[in-house]
């Protein structure tokens, strides 16, 4: 069973968010990282992360002007407690929260089935966890995943990838878009429930 989780998680950036706040190509902090000069660590996709200490570290030793991203007040912060699984395909998304629900009783799993759906009920509840199907009705799982990273008002939530697509370079772009995790359909349920359960233990 999962520990609880607070309400606080650290700030992690890519190299492509890290590069957009310095004013910099992503090469340029892609390199940053490469050559030992910005301490990063690596994602299961390969996609290098850092933490939010160690960039202010980076640019306060180079006597780089801290960006004002960095500094402002977070923002709303996600519902650690909660779960949404978006998927259209109806049988699935029924399996899938109910899995869930059953395996973590104290969460609130919620269920949307199309992207226009998805969109409200992210806002409105800001789930700290979000299992997101690409293939949607109404808006790309891509774009969901993508506004959904870099958009503060939706507290920096945890992303689980399922999806059908056969394209090989896609889980190298969803990693790019900020996803934290990537399963090809069809998903082992107790598998989503242990990347959950990982995720709240490194709390």
């Known amino acids: 069973m999962a520990k609880d989780i607070t309400n606080k998680r650290i700030q992690i950036f890519s190299a492509l968010e890290v590069a957009n706040m310095c004013g910099v190509v992503n090469q340029t902090a892609i390199n940053w990282i490469k050559n030992g000069y910005l301490k990063a660590f690596n994602t299961p996709g390969g996609q290098y992360r850092v933490y939010k200490d160690d960039l202010i570290e980076f640019i306060n030793a180079r006597g780089m002007r801290v960006p004002e991203a960095l500094t402002v007040t977070e923002g709303p912060q996600a519902d650690w407690k909660s779960i949404i699984v978006i998927d ?116």
């Not at 799982?141 to 370079?169: E, M, V």
């Not at 790019?176 to 490194?202: C, H, N, Q, W, Y």
């Open 88 to 203: 259209d395909d109806e049988v699935l998304n029924e399996a899938i929260a109910g899995f869930l629900r059953k395996n973590l009783e104290k969460h609130s799993v919620y269920q949307s089935y199309d992207g226009f759906d998805a969109g409200a009920q992210l806002m409105d509840k800001r789930p700290g966890f979000i299992v997101l199907d690409i293939a949607l009705p109404g808006v790309n799982g891509q774009d969901i995943c993508n506004r959904i990273k870099n958009d503060p008002a939706f507290g920096k939530p945890y992303i689980i990838i399922i999806t059908a697509l056969d394209d090989p370079d896609l889980e190298k772009k969803m990693y790019e878009l900020g996803a934290d995790k990537f399963f090809r359909k069809p998903v082992r349920l107790p598998d989503l429930l242990s990347t959950i359960d990982s995720a709240m233990e490194s709390e």
